[in-house]
């Protein structure tokens, strides 16, 4: 236990925000980690988040992170491996 | 039916070896298609209704009538939400039958429409679905040729449910079946995984999460049709419906005798479909696809295979996956993005959202 | 593989080569196991290195009273129960909430502890008991909607609450001669409410290496590198790996609104028995909203399943393989106890994923 995510906040609104990881959204309880900002990356557990994560960081640690950005930067996908 | 049972427990010990439960009752995982189904069919119908075409349990069933080789198909539509991102019923109904049709190397001709309708449902929803079925037909150029409808009282049958028989011509030559695979063949998959159960999932009522996600339901008869002429080395395909991925590959390894090596690097997997399998706590590999199909096809052919998927329109994301090997005993393993091994088994039948 | 995570691999296979005899980590969260087993890490590992799942998988250690009670109040008039999907399937004495609801009990799935108070301010004729389980990560949300609950007056709400705490159940563990562990993987989530340093005493009076590690491949292959180095160099030590969002500390707001709501007790761990201060119950302030008083429930007692060893599972005594119910009579579509229930149990991931080497 347990599982978490890194989100980015989008909106919020006193003690909850929507939060969007990869074009999924949920809406969370902040009361755990205080204020927060659009912009700004929270660890999400149960609908809460527990802790803020700067941004760059959260792009080094999280591997699903990285993969979409290298997407989006127009790396190889992962469709054009074969297995050897 | 639409999934095969592994043939011989002793010697497959990729399913469950415990005999058949007496069954007490029915539970909602019974009809996931997973591990509890299997039971289902293996300890309740299969004894009291078995024949030789039945036991195949294949996605559709083949026979001859008056010397022309057809295959038929059953299925039904409960999904809650009937409309969902990316589909609705009408639509998945439809795309389902015709490619259960399909994998059995069967050019679809007619499905049967039976709609049981509830008290109470509207008539711009039923409108809708109709419109929506009339599309989906005409895309995959089929007709719906016979059909029932009936209405059952309010609080029964959650807005409608939809049941549907498909008949098709088999293509002339093509035989497919788990008992065609050899060792050294690979797997084809024609496209990005975990897309319909997580949209569909993202509607539930009472699960505070909204997606993205597009349900990639679509008619994949002629993209499947297409391959099966052209190339003689295709020895199976299934659609990973439900029980994803892992139902497919498990099975391919129970049925076949043979071993499956799947390279999770290489299975295409969408950002957002990551992310949310990853938010409640699924293996993107046991979750639902209505746009997909596997095709396990001789080495020799696969690049050519890969090269008319990806020029169609269902196709543009295939990929090889994975391979079939000659290892003993047989078994279904995923080469991780790590290079880690672990064993891909079928999934239980409901799979619940985690937290921990 | 990526360079950082070969990196990590071939410092642990050194200082695994470096150590005589085996290497024995257990890690103590169910989240680990699943990460563990998914990727495969298992079979990168040097054959002296065992890794063992601890009682990590709050679901597992739930007591079979605690079930009892809840498939009790289930099938009650009038109730929706609202729980994490992680519950459905554990078994009771008298079934498990999945049966309850075949048999039309109203049992609601829901992702976080606000929908279930959502789901009781909506349906205001129903009485609506949330099922509060897990460790520490999960504690807080937990009392923040007890605390909500008390502030708006919601009526038709209750907490059947068995939130655990992982650090005496850890001490409970050294203690037991039974047991040997070398070195701890230490649970990420959990630390990042508790703290890395609610891991010293583990360290101090036992010295046992204690590593706080992330979840993804590399973090956790790093953090065994880590801990084999430690035992190689007799050496253990506390480390936090996954800074990014765990602080000595902890977060104090959370621990703080734990402290509000709950104080430590007693809990039964299915399968370790009866550890000291390692619950959390409602404090009287808040028994208005504790499903157990409302309803006059007591746990009900711990049944024996004879021959189910999960205890011995979660213990790292034995592998699930050497239980005699494994595989047999004890398979995911049919579980006998919680290590098989639970996708994060020990026995589920060892059968879904390791299952049968020639």
Redo the contacts between chains.
């Keep these: 236990m347990c599982l978490a995510l890194p989100a980015r906040v989008e909106h919020t609104d006193q003690e909850t925000a929507l939060v969007q990881m990869q074009g999924n959204r949920m809406e969370i309880c902040t009361v755990l980690v205080g204020s927060i900002s659009p912009g700004e990356w929270v660890l999400v557990h149960a609908g809460f988040a527990i802790a803020k994560i700067d941004a760059q960081e959260a792009a080094e640690t999280w591997e699903i992170l990285t993969e979409a950005a290298a997407e989006l930067a127009g790396d190889e996908p992962a469709t054009e491996d074969q297995p050897k | 039916m639409s999934r095969t049972v592994p043939k011989d427990d002793s010697s497959d010990?990729q399913s469950?070896?415990?005999a058949p439960?007496r069954l007490e009752?029915?539970?909602?995982?019974h009809g996931g298609g997973g591990?509890?189904t299997d039971?289902l069919i293996r300890s309740q119908i299969l004894p009291r209704l078995g024949n030789e075409i039945l036991n195949r349990l294949t996605d559709a069933a083949t026979l001859e009538l008056g010397g022309v080789r057809v295959a038929m198909t059953t299925d039904s539509y409960v999904v809650q939400p009937l409309f969902f991102p990316g589909g609705d019923i009408g639509r998945l109904a439809v795309c389902g039958t015709v490619n259960d049709l399909a994998m059995a190397g069967a050019e679809p001709v007619a499905i049967s429409l039976a709609l049981v309708l509830e008290e109470g449902l509207d008539g711009r929803t039923l409108e809708r679905v109709l419109e929506s079925i009339a599309a989906a037909a005409a895309e995959a150029k089929v007709q719906v040729v016979t059909g029932d409808t009936k209405v059952v009282e309010h609080g029964k049958a959650e807005g409608m449910y939809i049941t549907t028989t498909g008949l098709g011509r088999l293509i002339d030559g093509v035989s497919l079946g788990h008992d065609q695979v050899r060792a050294g063949d690979v797997v084809l998959i024609n496209g990005?995984i975990a897309e319909h159960g997580l949209a569909v999932l993202?509607q539930r009522k009472?699960?505070?999460?909204?997606?993205?996600?597009l349900s990639d339901v679509a008619p994949l008869a002629e993209l499947a049709n297409d391959l099966v002429r052209r190339f003689d080395g295709v020895r199976l395909l299934r659609d990973p419906t439900r029980s994803g991925l892992s139902g497919v590959v498990a099975d391919l390894a129970g049925s076949s005798g043979l071993s499956v090596?799947i390279?999770e690097?290489?299975?295409?997997?969408a950002?957002?479909a990551?992310?949310?399998a990853?938010?409640?706590?699924f293996?993107p590999l046991d979750v639902a696809n209505e746009g997909k199909f596997v095709a396990v096809l001789a080495a020799q052919q696969a690049d050519a295979a890969l090269d008319l998927c990806r020029q169609h329109r269902f196709g543009g994301?295939?990929?090889?996956?994975?391979?079939v090997t000659d290892r003993?005993?047989p078994?279904a393993e995923?080469?991780?993005?790590?290079?880690?091994?672990?064993?891909i088994?079928k999934p239980?039948g409901?799979e619940?959202?985690?937290?921990? | 593989m990526t360079e950082p995570l070969k990196d990590c691999l071939d410092r642990l296979r050194a200082a695994a080569q470096a150590v005589a005899g085996t290497i024995r980590i257990m890690e103590v969260c169910g989240t680990h196991t699943v990460a563990i087993f998914r990727h495969g890490i298992r079979s990168l590992l040097p054959a002296n290195l065992k890794l063992i799942s601890g009682p990590g998988c709050p679901v597992c250690v739930t007591s079979q009273g605690f079930i009892e009670a809840a498939v009790q109040l289930a099938g009650q008039q009038g109730m929706i129960m609202a729980t994490y999907g992680d519950m459905m399937r554990v078994p009771g004495a008298n079934g498990n909430l999945e049966r309850a609801r075949a048999n039309g009990a109203r049992v609601e799935v829901v992702l976080s502890a606000r929908d279930a108070l959502k789901l009781a301010q909506h349906n205001p004729d129903a009485e609506v008991v949330f099922l509060a389980v897990g460790f520490e990560t999960t504690a807080p949300a937990t009392a923040e909607v007890v605390l909500s609950a008390h502030r708006n007056q919601v009526r038709n709400f209750s907490v059947l609450a068995a939130h655990k705490r992982i650090v005496p159940a850890m001490l409970a563990l050294l203690a037991d001669e039974q047991v040997a562990i070398d070195a701890f993987l230490c649970p990420g989530h959990v630390s990042v409410i508790v703290g890395s340093d609610a891991y010293r005493p583990v360290v101090a009076s036992f010295a046992k290496g204690c590593v706080v590690a992330g979840f993804e491949p590399v973090q956790i292959m790093c953090a065994l590198a880590e801990l084999a180095e430690m035992m190689a160099q007799r050496r253990p030590a506390l480390d936090n790996t996954y800074k990014v969002v765990v602080t000595g500390q902890g977060n104090r707001r959370a621990q703080e609104m734990i402290e509000q709501v709950f104080e430590p007790g007693p809990a039964t761990w299915r399968g370790l028995g009866r550890i000291d201060h390692s619950g959390l119950h409602l404090k009287r302030a808040y028994r208005d909203w504790d499903a157990f008083e409302r309803f006059g429930l007591s746990p009900g007692a711990e049944v024996e399943i004879p021959g189910c060893r999960c205890g011995d599972v979660i213990r790292g005594v034995i592998d699930p393989p050497q239980c005699p119910l494994f595989g047999a009579a004890c398979t995911p579509a049919q579980p006998v106890g919680p290590c098989m229930v639970s996708s994060e149990g020990t026995c589920q991931a060892w059968w879904k994923y390791q299952r049968v080497s020639a």
């Design positions: 010990r469950t070896s415990a439960a009752q029915i539970v909602l995982a591990e509890l039971e990005s993202s009472g699960l505070s999460f909204a997606s993205d996600l090596e390279d690097k290489a299975v295409p997997l950002p957002p990551r992310a949310a990853e938010l409640l706590g293996d994301q295939a990929a090889i996956i994975g391979r003993q005993p078994m995923l080469l991780t993005v790590i290079g880690g091994r672990r064993i088994q239980y409901e619940l959202p985690r937290i921990c």
